[in-house]
């Protein structure tokens, strides 16, 4: 299994409409995962942390399943503005080494 | 509190010349993380320091390129002998000691 994997997609959907995302990790000890957002030639920019079951914030839901290893992002009632792509981050957890893994995003385009 | 600085925003180089690429992270941020995103494609590490120390190189290719963050000022990535295939963007991300990184605009490099 990949460090980190996920659909590359594009998950095309109208406006209004519930999608979700699927990551994956290999590294059954990671605690914390993070979901971050990039806009087309901008910088990433964190959308939501999930440190033990899950998290809710507004439209937007993280679960998290260690059993199974995979996080997942679901976001309810699409907006035009979220388009963009979704990545999936889990840090390494190596002794001093904070470096993260990430995956290599969901590309996501919601239509009119 | 500014955000993570990255300058300059856009560098264009002749093969042959060097790039230096700056980031400053934000006040109280000792962790800095480099990454390269080519067109169309995902981010990829390339390496992690503390002040003064390089945590994580494992993402840098072994000639041409080097990262420093010293004791004061900016952390510089510096590329040597640039060639085409260097064209892409370079994001810096800086944490305070945790996971969440926060990152710069990005410095677009272009190679002629």
């Known amino acids: 299994r990949k460090e980190v994997e996920q659909d590359p997609g594009p998950f095309n959907v109208p406006e209004g409409a519930t999608v979700a995302f699927n990551c994956t990790y290999s590294n059954s000890a990671s605690q914390s995962f993070f979901w971050y957002r990039q806009d087309c030639r901008k910088e990433p920019k964190l959308l939501m942390s999930v440190y033990s079951s899950g998290n809710e914030d507004g439209r937007f839901t993280a679960q998290l399943n260690r059993a199974s290893q995979y996080i997942s992002l679901l976001i309810r009632d699409s907006k035009l503005s979220d388009s963009a792509t979704y990545l999936c981050?889990?840090?390494?957890?190596?002794?001093?080494?904070?470096?993260?893994?990430w995956g290599l995003g969901t590309s996501l385009a919601v239509n009119p | 509190n500014a955000g993570v600085m990255q300058n300059p925003r856009h560098l264009v180089r002749r093969r042959g010349q060097e790039a230096r690429l700056r980031c400053s992270p934000m006040k109280g941020h000792s962790h800095v993380y480099w990454y390269r995103q080519l067109p169309e494609e995902g981010l990829k590490f390339m390496v992690y320091l503390q002040k003064e120390n390089i945590i994580d190189e494992s993402g840098m290719p072994k000639e041409r390129f080097s990262a420093e963050f010293p004791k004061e000022g900016p952390s510089i990535l510096r590329i040597q002998q640039v060639v085409r295939g260097d064209s892409a963007a370079y994001f810096c991300a800086t944490t305070e000691s945790g996971d969440e990184q926060f990152f710069g605009p990005g410095t677009r490099l272009t190679v002629l």
């Open positions: 981050v889990v840090p390494l957890n190596a002794g001093n080494n904070r470096k993260l893994i």
